[in-house]
């Protein structure tokens, strides 16, 4: 892996971020093929915030520029989306490698403190199972809208058609974003594979759950689906809350808090969110 960081940058950033500078950086890490661009900006703890599948540092950015004022705030895009490069695959591990290449360069530039880890909808998976696979390198979790083991899949047989025409649809309204920093370069077909593999990845989650010994927050949305009362939405959401009930039964140190929102409240709720994230200093009790 290179980067266009060098040790002098990194040692003037870590001057910077002990003066409480909250300068902006930014910087390219190359690794697997892609480039994944960074930012880096704020003061106080570090913190790392992990974008989902088909959502881009810049669309988080309200909730970022929040954090920045008690945070060292890093954000990222992963392969395929925002300014990142396009792959030639993507799958759960391949933006799992994304997020270890990120982490790993800040443990080249330091400082040594290991960052909380936040990340949203398919960032908050891939942070679980970084956190269940390099033990310490972590200081907390928050997960928003995302590491959630429900019982049953979302993507089934019945929901597939409605499933294809949605992303479709959201494929082709990608095709105005093409050459910014909100670009999505995934096709619709890549989508429905991945949105499966999620299925898969989230029926063995627990698992990951057990090997994680931190403080942990789950911000969550009271309907993920939306609220009408018609279609699979009912049964989504009650999936959805079905599957935060089974991880706090078997994890109770697990903080959960519920927004009345729906799975867009990383950008409807960004100052909700930052809120939770500041008081989560430590272990929490239920919200």
């Known amino acids: 892996m290179t980067t266009k960081t060098s040790a002098i940058e990194a040692a003037d950033h870590r001057g910077r971020a002990e003066r409480g500078d909250r300068t902006m950086r930014h910087f390219t890490i190359h690794h697997d093929g892609v480039t994944i661009p960074v930012a880096r900006g704020g003061r106080g703890r570090p913190l790392v915030l992990c974008p989902g599948l088909n959502s881009t540092q810049a669309d988080l950015h309200e909730l970022a520029e929040l954090l920045r004022s008690d945070h ?34 800040l443990r ?25 696979e390099h033990p310490g390198a972590v200081a907390g979790l928050v997960l928003i809208d995302g590491a959630n083991p429900v019982p049953e899949p979302f993507v089934t ?56 010994d ?21 049964r989504f959401n009650r999936n959805w809350r079905a599957g935060v009930e089974r991880l706090v039964r078997e994890q109770p140190h697990v ?13 409807t709720h960004a100052p909700e969110i930052a809120q939770i994230i500041r008081g989560a ?6 919200g």
């Open 157 to 212: 047989e019945d929901v597939l058609p409605g499933f294809r025409a949605m992303w479709a649809d959201q494929a082709a309204q990608q095709e105005a974003e093409r050459g910014t920093a909100r670009q999505v370069l995934l096709t619709a077909q890549e989508i429905l594979d991945l949105n499966v593999e999620i299925d898969a990845v989230r029926s063995g989650i627990l698992d990951r759950y057990r090997k994680i």
């Open 281 to 286: 200093r430590g272990p929490a009790g239920q």
């Open 72 to 105: 060292d705030v890093v954000t990222f895009d992963l392969r395929g989306h925002g300014l990142a490069s396009a792959a030639g695959r993507y799958s759960f591990e391949a933006f799992r490698t994304d997020l270890a290449a990120v982490l790993a360069e």
């Open 255 to 267: 903080a959960t808090h519920w927004l009345d929102a729906d799975h867009r409240l990383v950008f």
């Open 108 to 132: 080249r530039q330091g400082p040594d403190a290991a960052p909380v880890l936040a990340g949203y909808s398919l960032g908050a998976d891939l942070a679980v199972h970084h956190a269940a």
């Open 214 to 234: 931190l403080p942990i927050s789950m911000i969550m949305s009271t309907s993920m689906a939306g609220d009408s009362g018609e279609g699979h939405a009912p």
